[in-house]
């Protein structure tokens, strides 16, 4: 059974809570009180992720992502004294998943670029922000979050034992480059995990790059650029100087291949 959650307002679309993304919600079970859980789903104009707000009534953040079940077995089960860094956090699910994990410090940094596409996709227009601090609040959190580029990112001057690069690599105009500066804010030994769009499978293993039309791959949004095979994956994580590729995950979620890859630096 879906909970319907509303992206308020004019003729948005409502997002319905599927059984798919409770599982993954339920990594991260938040439990608050009815009336809290209600008024926090309504509060938020947009959420990108699904948050288990109160699971005994089934309240869900209505998130428009659809079934990350297959990045699940990709995470690891512990995060005990690790520093990690989201880059392009969004909501931030995965940065609390890695704090609710034992990580000792989490830095999630995002330059609200979704603003575009979420107003340009479903018509809502946002301040930036609005779902992280809505959940890092009922969590008493001490994730820190940053609105930042992630080719700035060296102005941290801060290097993490694990960074998420989930949903990115894609959209950034310089995927190499981005590569290089996460390769930079990682320690020795430490690990950059990968989640982006992949290619059909008559590339998946060789090293092409595909190059989408604006608004192909989503209807209405410009900033899909590339699809990525394995092979070219790994070509890209060894120029920028990663010792070790190791591919996790490829899979087809509602008709778009995407693949998952945990790069050694
Ligand atoms: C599709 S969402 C993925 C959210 C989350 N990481 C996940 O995979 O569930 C991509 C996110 O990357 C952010 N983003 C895109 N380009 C960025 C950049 N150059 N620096 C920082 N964030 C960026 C977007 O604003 C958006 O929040």
């Given at each position: 059974m879906g909970t319907t959650g509303?992206?308020?307002?004019?003729?948005?679309?409502?997002?319905?809570?599927?059984?798919?993304?409770?599982?993954?919600?339920?990594?991260?079970?938040?439990?608050?009180?009815?009336?809290?859980?209600?008024?926090?789903?309504?509060?938020?104009?947009?959420?990108?992720?699904?948050?288990?707000?109160?699971?005994?009534?089934?309240?869900?953040?209505?998130?428009?992502?659809?079934?990350?079940?297959?990045?699940?077995?990709?995470?690891?089960e512990d995060f005990a004294g690790m520093s990690v860094l989201d880059v392009?956090?969004?909501?931030?699910?995965y940065a609390f998943v890695a704090e609710r994990r034992g990580a000792e410090r989490v830095v999630a940094v995002d330059n609200e670029q979704y603003r575009l596409w979420v107003a340009a996709r479903w018509?809502?227009?946002?301040?930036?922000?609005?779902?992280?601090?809505?959940?890092?609040?009922l969590l008493g959190s001490a994730v820190e979050y940053r609105r930042m580029d992630a080719f700035a990112l060296d102005g941290l001057g801060e290097r993490f034992d694990l960074v998420y690069?989930?949903?990115?690599?894609?959209?950034?105009?310089?995927?190499?480059?981005?590569l290089r500066v996460l390769r930079a804010r990682t320690v020795t030994g430490g690990v950059v995990m990968v989640e982006t769009y992949g290619v059909?499978?008559?590339?998946?293993?060789?090293?092409?790059?595909?190059?989408s039309e604006p608004g192909e791959v989503?209807?209405?949004?410009?900033?899909?650029?590339?699809?990525?095979?394995?092979?070219?994956?790994?070509?890209?994580?060894?120029?920028?100087?990663f010792s070790g590729v190791e591919s996790l995950v490829d899979v087809e979620v509602d008709g778009h291949p995407r693949l998952m890859a945990r790069l050694v630096a």
């Amino acid at each position: 059974m879906g909970t319907t959650g509303s992206a308020p307002g004019g003729a948005r679309e409502r997002f319905v809570v599927t059984e798919a993304e409770r599982q993954v919600a339920d990594l991260l079970p938040i439990e608050v009180a009815p009336a809290l859980a209600r008024a926090t789903v309504e509060a938020v104009p947009f959420w990108f992720h699904t948050f288990a707000l109160n699971r005994t009534e089934g309240i869900y953040t209505p998130g428009a992502a659809r079934d990350h079940r297959y990045r699940v077995s990709s995470l690891p089960e512990d995060f005990a004294g690790m520093s990690v860094l989201d880059v392009g956090c969004f909501d931030g699910f995965y940065a609390f998943v890695a704090e609710r994990r034992g990580a000792e410090r989490v830095v999630a940094v995002d330059n609200e670029q979704y603003r575009l596409w979420v107003a340009a996709r479903w018509g809502v227009e946002l301040e930036g922000g609005e779902g992280f601090r809505a959940v890092h609040r009922l969590l008493g959190s001490a994730v820190e979050y940053r609105r930042m580029d992630a080719f700035a990112l060296d102005g941290l001057g801060e290097r993490f034992d694990l960074v998420y690069c989930f949903g990115i690599l894609h959209r950034v105009e310089n995927p190499l480059g981005l590569l290089r500066v996460l390769r930079a804010r990682t320690v020795t030994g430490g690990v950059v995990m990968v989640e982006t769009y992949g290619v059909g499978p008559e590339d998946r293993n060789g090293p092409a790059i595909r190059v989408s039309e604006p608004g192909e791959v989503y209807a209405r949004d410009d900033f899909v650029y590339w699809g990525f095979g394995d092979g070219g994956l790994q070509r890209l994580a060894q120029i920028a100087g990663f010792s070790g590729v190791e591919s996790l995950v490829d899979v087809e979620v509602d008709g778009h291949p995407r693949l998952m890859a945990r790069l050694v630096a």
